[in-house]
């Protein structure tokens, strides 16, 4: 089948998702202004840089986790795994701003070193971030669109040394969740390598 996003697609539910994924999820904990943690999974999530280390997570609405980021100019992006899944998804609910999804889904917080949002104290990984963008991309037409988009540099990296194999962060075993299309998920299980070819070798 061919279709034209702008025209409709003819599937009970639309395909795109789907097809851009796995999506690696960022559980972003934030704090307002008024000092309420927030806390919400984001499937619009990815690193864009290595130098300098730099994560981005995208609103398709407006969300307390981006509002919060813009207010305070920091969030934490913290890895959601397989054996969190539930607390993932539990922390996903459209709650209020005023309510603290730490405390409504029962998970724990810890403190970070270089921005006051909290972590997620069982998070395999964490990454403090200072935010370094924030703004409504363009549709082609060079519309504002509804997205709207967080960069932040990662100023400081929190890992649970059992999920350190020889010097690496082991993915397979920390049980790194992905976001597929519809209601489904994936979890990293299975690691295989490849190397890049080089020119002339």
């Known amino acids: 089948m061919f279709y034209e996003p702008k025209n409709g697609h003819g599937l009970p539910f639309s395909p795109s998702k789907a097809i851009v994924?796995?999506?690696?999820?960022?559980?972003?904990?934030?704090?307002?202004?008024?000092?309420?943690?927030n806390l919400a999974p984001y499937s619009f999530f990815n690193m864009f840089s290595d130098k300098p280390f730099s994560?981005?997570?995208?609103?398709?609405?407006?969300?307390?986790?981006?509002?919060?980021?813009?207010?305070?100019?920091?969030?934490v992006a913290n890895l959601a795994s397989h054996d969190l899944a539930e607390a993932v998804n539990a922390s996903s609910i459209d709650a209020p701003a005023d309510v603290d999804e730490f405390v409504h889904a029962g998970i724990d917080?810890?403190?970070c070193v270089l921005v006051k949002?909290?972590?997620?104290?069982?998070?395999?990984?964490?990454?403090?971030?200072?935010?370094?963008?924030?703004?409504?991309?363009?549709?082609a037409d060079g519309n504002d669109m509804a997205?709207?988009?967080?960069?932040?540099?990662v100023v400081g990296v929190h890992i649970d040394d059992r999920y350190l194999r020889d010097g690496q962060f082991?993915?397979?075993?920390?049980?790194?969740?992905?976001?597929?299309?519809?209601?489904?998920?994936l979890s990293v299980a299975e690691l295989f390598q490849m190397r890049r070819p080089k020119w002339g070798e």
């Not at 949002?117 to 549709?139: I, N, W, Y």
């Not at 997205?147 to 540099?153: A, H, P, R, W």
């Open 21 to 37: 994924s796995p999506r690696p999820i960022g559980w972003i904990s934030t704090l307002s202004v008024d000092g309420v943690p």
């Open 55 to 75: 994560v981005m997570f995208a609103s398709d609405r407006p969300k307390d986790s981006a509002k919060n980021a813009v207010d305070t100019g920091e969030f």
């Open 109 to 111: 917080m810890a403190p």
């Open 117 to 139: 949002a909290p972590r997620v104290a069982a998070a395999h990984a964490a990454l403090e971030c200072k935010v370094s963008m924030a703004f409504h991309p363009k549709d």
């Open 147 to 153: 997205t709207f988009i967080v960069m932040g540099e």
């Open 170 to 185: 082991d993915a397979s075993l920390a049980g790194n969740l992905a976001r597929l299309g519809y209601h489904d998920y």
